[in-house]
């Protein structure tokens, strides 16, 4: 795993997760492996028919002096013709956004996991974190109460 984008799962409910390749030239490459990579700011968009991983750091390699890349350049991801019809109907349905959540090696080649989101209000955020908590409290309590 390179990175993954926590706030992500507190900001949105996440509606399904498709895999896809990304498009990186050598310094990115190598960047990547000290993983140093930011996908706080993130997102995924539609154009002319592709998806393009927008807004996402990845921080120049030092020894790649003047062969370096561009640090928030947009980033083409890589998904058969069928699978960005897929994401493209989901994302242009109201209120859905294509949210990178996971930047992992898969067999040398990196990966990305995005999801299809829907963005969560306050109080949904609220009633997730509450949710959360009970759930951690009753695991914690069933785990004590085993070892006696």
């Not at 928030?72 to 699978?83: I, M, T």
């Not at 242009?92 to 829907?118: D, H, N, S, W």
Request: glycine letters at 6%; hydrophobic letters at 35%; aromatic letters at 4%.
């Amino acid at each position: 795993m390179i990175a993954e984008n926590r706030r992500a799962r507190h900001e949105y409910d996440i509606l399904e997760k498709i895999e896809c390749g990304i498009v990186l030239v050598g310094s990115e490459v190598k960047s990547l492996r000290q993983g140093t990579v930011s996908l706080a700011e993130a997102h995924g968009r539609m154009k002319a028919g592709e998806v393009w991983l927008v807004g996402c750091d990845i921080p120049e390699y030092v020894e790649a002096n003047r062969f370096n890349h561009d640090p928030k350049r947009p980033r083409k991801l890589l998904l058969h013709r069928r699978e960005i019809r897929k994401v493209a109907e989901k994302a242009y349905q109201k209120g859905l956004t294509l949210v990178p959540l996971k930047m992992y090696f898969k067999e040398g080649r990196a990966k990305v996991l995005l999801g299809i989101c829907r963005g969560r209000k306050l109080h949904d955020k609220r009633q997730a974190l509450k949710k959360a908590s009970s759930q951690r409290e009753l695991r914690r309590v069933t785990q004590h109460a085993e070892r006696r």
